[in-house]
């Protein structure tokens, strides 16, 4: 672990580009075995290929995954230009997935701050948030916290969310929770996470190129290829 820290800390220092800091917090339940957790892996790593490819991207995208269940942190946020490679994903256990947006949250708080140690400016932070089922395994005061935390974070701009809902046992009704404003939750065409993963990272191409503060939009209609709102 402290080697990892010194790792990330030491690419601040050599390199001083404004980050996007994403984090993608996966289901990898026991649900998401066989062709689910393919798929997922095969959407990680075009993922993680894409914004390599990218000049500007593959210096500024700062990746963090974090799985459940059990929840653990796959890895800590690093450049792709640090960690050219996705990690193997693998099924199993429950789905604590307040437990799972806990870490991720608290991992992106001191990101933020070691950038802020550092000097570093950065965009505004992006939490994907994936799911083939129903929280299970955790604790439903842990979530509610976590619902409002992320709320409070993407009320005051500090967080952009896109919560997920993969295949029809989805939760939506709970993922719907963690959208501000009352928008819907996004339901996953199928198992099309590489459509998904190719618009997130034009989308992250599309911010790294301008200039921290503004404001970026999005290409809405290229959602419509891997997603359909589900009330």
């Not at 307040?98 to 708080?109: H, I, Q």
């Not at 000097?119 to 842990?142: E, K, N, R």
Request: aromatic letters at 8%; hydrophobic letters at 40%.
């Amino acid at each position: 672990m402290v080697a990892a820290n010194l790792i990330e800390l030491d690419d601040l220092v050599d390199n001083p580009t404004a980050r996007v800091p994403i984090i993608l917090c996966l289901d990898c339940s026991t649900s998401m075995r066989g062709a689910r957790i393919k798929e997922l892996n095969a959407g990680v790593a075009s993922f993680y290929k894409a914004i390599s490819s990218d000049e500007i991207a593959r210096y500024s995208a700062e990746i963090s995954i974090v799985t459940f269940g059990p929840v653990q942190k796959e890895t800590d946020f690093q450049t792709v230009s640090t960690q050219p490679h996705a990690p193997k994903l693998t099924a199993a256990g429950n789905t604590p997935l307040g437990e799972a947006v806990e870490l991720s949250l608290d991992l992106l708080e001191r990101r933020k701050q070691e950038y802020k140690d550092n000097g570093i400016d950065y965009y505004q932070p992006w939490l994907v948030l994936m799911t083939d089922g129903a929280p299970f395994g955790g604790s439903a005061a842990v979530l509610a916290a976590q619902v409002a935390r992320v709320q409070s974070l993407a009320g005051a701009g500090k967080l952009a969310v896109f919560p997920i809902g993969i295949g029809d046992d989805a939760d939506m009704s709970t993922l719907n929770k963690f959208t501000p404003g009352g928008r819907p939750a996004f339901k996953l065409q199928g198992l099309n996470f590489q459509a998904f993963f190719s618009w997130l990272s034009a989308s992250v191409s599309r911010v790294s190129q301008s200039t921290p503060g503004d404001g970026v939009e999005l290409d809405a209609a290229g959602i419509q290829s891997w997603a359909t709102f589900k009330l």
